[in-house]
């Protein structure tokens, strides 16, 4: 396997301003307990869905990411702009880090493996790595297709710009309350559960398929990530749209898509099948015990 452009690796520096936004929100945030309103808590849990669910789960990692299922342009739009209020960096940043992260899953070039230590895949990476923070040469090798888009490439310069419009009106509207708990607090509550995929699901959790790295599915990801902690089905299917694939892996995300196909607002949506799975790697296991 080819080593990745500018592999990803443990600098020395620190990013100090990532740091400082990351300890600004957190410290924040604890200013929940004295502006706590079941209006703000509405509010909170509403963008937490909205950003998390169709932003994030469905607009930056199965659509931008994996070309899981297609959409119009406009929608697709809408999606991404969604996952930009997440704060995890914009969607080229986003998605050259998770393509390599594909690329070398628990290998040397992961940006985020928990082999380097449990920290380092949740939040050090983030802190102290350049994984958000690629050059242009690897991300004209892993998102040609996301530079050629001028809304892509505005976007992921101004990623913020959304969170701060959207502080402004919920300032205006629903005072402090509204504004600590729909920005701050659910940011907090949203990083981490993005953060948990990075870490918890490659650490603890079942597998029903013998991939290459340790990738593992966690109930409680699962449900904290819309459906994004059913990780090992993921990794073995990465263009699946679907990553809940038993019965009782709950996965709002392939709901939610669901709904979009019956509205005529998502097509070519890529899935696979559990059972059918399983069985081809028995016979492929048999064909090689034979």
Aim: glycine share 8%; proline share 4%; aromatic share 12%.
């Amino acid at each position: 396997m080819s080593k990745p452009i500018a592999a990803i690796k443990k600098p020395l520096f620190v990013n100090w301003d990532t740091l400082i936004s990351l300890v600004v929100i957190h410290v924040t945030a604890i200013a929940a307990i004295f502006t706590f309103s079941w209006s703000g808590l509405i509010v909170s849990f509403v963008i937490l869905c909205l950003v998390g669910g169709p932003g994030i789960g469905l607009g930056y990692h199965r659509m931008l990411t994996h070309r899981g299922f297609q959409t119009p342009k406009w929608f697709e739009y809408a999606l991404v702009l969604l996952g930009s209020l997440a704060l995890e960096s914009g969607p080229i940043q986003w998605v050259a880090t998770h393509r390599l992260h594909h690329a070398f899953t628990d290998l040397p070039g992961d940006p985020h493996s928990p082999r380097e230590g449990v920290w380092w895949s949740h939040l050090g990476w983030i802190i102290r790595g350049t994984a958000q923070r690629h050059d242009p040469e690897t991300l004209k090798r892993y998102v040609p297709d996301l530079l050629k888009d001028r809304f892509y490439v505005l976007l992921s310069k101004y990623f913020y710009v959304p969170n701060i419009i959207l502080g402004i009106v919920l300032l205006a509207v629903g005072g402090w309350s509204w504004l600590v708990w729909g920005i701050f607090l659910r940011l907090v509550i949203g990083l981490h559960s993005t953060w948990l995929v990075n870490s918890v699901t490659h650490i603890w959790g079942y597998r029903h398929f013998d991939t290459r790295d340790d990738s593992t599915n966690n109930w409680v990801v699962g449900i904290l990530a819309f459906g994004e902690g059913w990780h090992n089905n993921h990794h073995a299917f990465p263009t699946s749209a679907r990553h809940g694939l038993a019965w009782w892996e709950v996965d709002m995300n392939w709901l939610a898509l669901r709904g979009l196909m019956a509205l005529g607002l998502a097509k070519k949506v890529k899935s696979v099948d559990l059972q059918e799975e399983l069985a081809k790697s028995e016979n492929l296991a048999l064909q090689k015990a034979a």
